[in-house]
């Protein structure tokens, strides 16, 4: 049973930082790829930021880069989203995904086999 649980949405202000967390169970052997997405209102659902397990590389949407960080903790089966200097305009429901594949920040949210429920991140200007 695979579950990803997202974790540490809120409300903050414009400049604030905020820390989400997704924790994995059920497969964690054989994940390819874990990304972080983001549905805002209006807004289509877009990739944010991805970590592959192979090699651990790492990818950003242009407009995260420079304030958020991905990171992981194998010991806890958790990939972490750190995100600085936030600004409204990045308020929405950010979701954690998984994929066996080994993916980017620019493969369609639709192309992702395993989601969370997702956390709801609110930025007040």
């Known amino acids: 049973q695979v579950q990803l649980v997202e974790s540490g949405g809120g409300l903050v202000q414009a400049g604030d930082s905020l820390t989400l967390s997704c924790a994995m169970s059920?497969?964690?052997?054989?994940?390819?790829?874990i990304g972080w997405f983001r549905h805002g209102p209006g807004k289509e659902r877009e990739g944010v930021s991805t970590?592959?397990?192979?090699?651990?590389?790492?990818g950003y949407a242009d407009s995260v880069k420079g304030r958020y960080t991905i990171s992981r903790d194998n010991a806890k089966n958790t990939v972490y989203l750190k995100m600085n200097r936030l600004k409204p305009e990045d308020t929405a429901v950010y979701y954690c995904?998984?994929?066996?594949?080994?993916?980017?920040?620019?493969?369609?949210?639709?192309?992702?086999?395993?989601w969370g429920q997702g956390t709801p991140v609110t930025v007040s200007a």
């Open positions: 059920g497969f964690i052997l054989d994940f390819g790829t």
């Open positions: 995904a998984v994929d066996t594949r080994p993916l980017s920040v620019l493969d369609p949210p639709s192309t992702w086999l395993y």
């Open positions: 970590i592959r397990n192979s090699d651990g590389s790492i």
